[in-house]
C-alpha cells in the first residue's frame, strides 16, 4: 500500500528515506493532492528485478529499497547465478554489482547483451567503484547508474524506471 506524507516540516529526503512514496507540504493545494494520489494508486505494472550482488548485505539493502507490492525480485549471489536466472525468469530489469568474484560486473553485462535470450534486458549498474572516464565507456550497454554512496529509494526506484523506459543509458 502507498504511503503519502503530508506535513508542515519541510524534510522530504527523511520522509522518503524512511519509506514514504510521496510527500506534500502543506498547506496542499486540491490539484496537487489529486495529481498524487492518482499517480500513487494508479494501476502500475508488475516490474520483475533481479538484484544481482555477491555481498548478502548490499542484496538486502537493495531489496528494501526497492520492496513494493507490484514487485518480484530475484537475487543472484554470482555472475553464473545471474545469467542463469535472467534466462529463466526474464527480469524486467537487472540491478548489477560491478565488484564480484569469478565472472564480475563486466563479464556479466557482456554476456547477458551477448545472449539474444537476454540482450533486451537493461541493466542497472549498482557499484559503490569509482568510475573514471575509461570505466565509464566499458559500462555504454548499461542502461543506468547507482551509485551505493547515499542509495536511497528514491534513486533506486527512479534508475530502475528510467532504465525501463530506456531513458537511463550510463553517461560516457
Do not use: N
Amino acid at each position: 500500500m502507498p504511503v503519502l506524507v503530508i506535513t508542515t516540516v519541510e524534510d522530504e529526503r527523511k520522509a522518503l528515506a524512511l519509506g514514504a512514496d510521496a510527500f506534500c507540504l502543506k498547506p496542499v493545494e486540491r490539484r496537487q493532492l489529486l495529481h498524487v494520489l492518482t499517480r500513487l494508486t494508479a494501476a502500475h505494472a508488475l516490474r520483475r528485478i533481479l538484484i544481482v550482488d555477491d555481498e548478502e548485505i548490499s542484496r538486502y539493502v537493495l531489496r528494501q529499497h526497492l520492496m513494493a507490492p507490484e514487485h518480484v525480485i530475484w537475487e543472484a549471489a554470482s555472475g553464473d547465478e545471474a545469467v542463469r536466472v535472467a534466462r529463466d525468469e526474464h527480469p524486467d530489469v537487472v540491478c548489477l554489482d560491478l565488484t564480484m568474484p569469478h565472472a564480475d560486473g563486466h563479464e556479466v553485462l557482456r554476456r547477458l547483451k551477448a545472449d539474444p535470450e537476454t540482450a533486451g534486458i537493461p541493466v542497472v549498474i549498482v557499484t559503490a567503484k569509482p568510475l573514471d572516464d575509461e570505466l565509464r565507456r566499458s559500462l555504454a550497454p548499461a542502461a543506468g547508474l547507482l551509485p551505493k554512496q547515499g542509495i536511497s529509494r528514491a534513486h533506486a526506484l527512479a534508475a530502475i524506471e528510467a532504465a525501463i523506459r530506456g531513458e537511463g543509458a550510463v553517461p560516457a
